[in-house]
């Protein structure tokens, strides 16, 4: 294990957020991508610049684009839905609160009758995890997020998703690591630790018992390739360690 944080071989922990997200998109093919957030949105466009040159990107709205922005067709909400209820989609969503089984909450903390906090609200999480692959961004792995039991399940974990076609929970990217459900149960398991940080760190920073291998790798490195893509082209400014400085 490398301990600490921070930069490990010139490489910063946003850019290996960025590599984390993007490998979601690994060779996905012709399939929407949506991102949500700034570094899945760096991760995907990184994708279908190096090994997803497939993928559809949006402008979030009604226009399919290209990796300068420039319009490529028009992506109707008749047609978006097709690809969403088709399996056509991954999307990368936030998440409030998740499990141990990849439920996910954005809509309320507390009581659904009497919340302590009102969110996002239910939005359009049951669908997009009950029809395409659903993947999370994370940029703090806390306790707080990483819970026991959701509050209210938004988007649907395994242990909801009995006769889904399409449910399917990738992965869950973090700022500290990569989690997947390759267990028996279906429950959530660390797959790779960024490098500078440790299992104890993760375990720490969950809020249930987490499945830790004897052997944990850490996220791959970035090619000398991509690691010029996300600095020169993909996100010149820097803007990714806004969301995660280390």
Request: aromatic share 6%; with cysteine.
């Amino acid at each position: 294990m490398v301990p600490g944080g921070g930069i490990v071989n010139g490489v910063t922990r946003a850019d290996y957020c960025v590599i984390a997200c993007a490998e979601a998109w690994r060779d996905a093919g012709e399939i929407l991508a949506s991102p949500m957030g700034l570094i899945p949105s760096l991760g995907a466009r990184l994708a279908k610049r190096t090994f997803a040159p497939d993928l559809l990107l949006t402008d979030g709205e009604a226009l399919l684009v290209g990796l300068d922005g420039t319009v490529e067709g028009w992506l109707p909400y008749r047609a978006h839905l097709a690809l969403v209820t088709g399996g056509k989609r991954h999307v990368m969503m936030g998440a409030s609160q998740i499990d141990r089984y990849g439920n996910q909450n954005i809509s309320c903390i507390g009581d659904w009758a009497r919340p302590a906090r009102q969110l996002l609200g239910v939005r359009g999480a049951p669908v997009n995890t009950l029809n395409n692959p659903t993947s999370y961004w994370v940029p703090r792995h806390s306790r707080r997020v990483f819970v026991e039991r959701v509050d209210m399940v938004c988007g649907v974990g395994h242990d909801h998703a009995a006769g889904a076609r399409y449910h399917r929970i990738p992965r869950v990217v973090s700022d500290l690591g990569v989690l997947d459900f390759a267990t028996p149960d279906r429950s959530m398991r660390l797959a790779s630790l960024h490098p500078g940080v440790t299992v104890a760190q993760v375990r720490e920073a969950t809020g249930f018992e987490l499945t830790v291998p004897d052997e944990v790798p850490y996220t791959r490195e970035p090619t000398a390739e991509e690691l010029r893509l996300i600095r020169e082209v993909v996100d010149p400014d820097g803007t990714r360690t806004r969301e995660v400085s280390a």
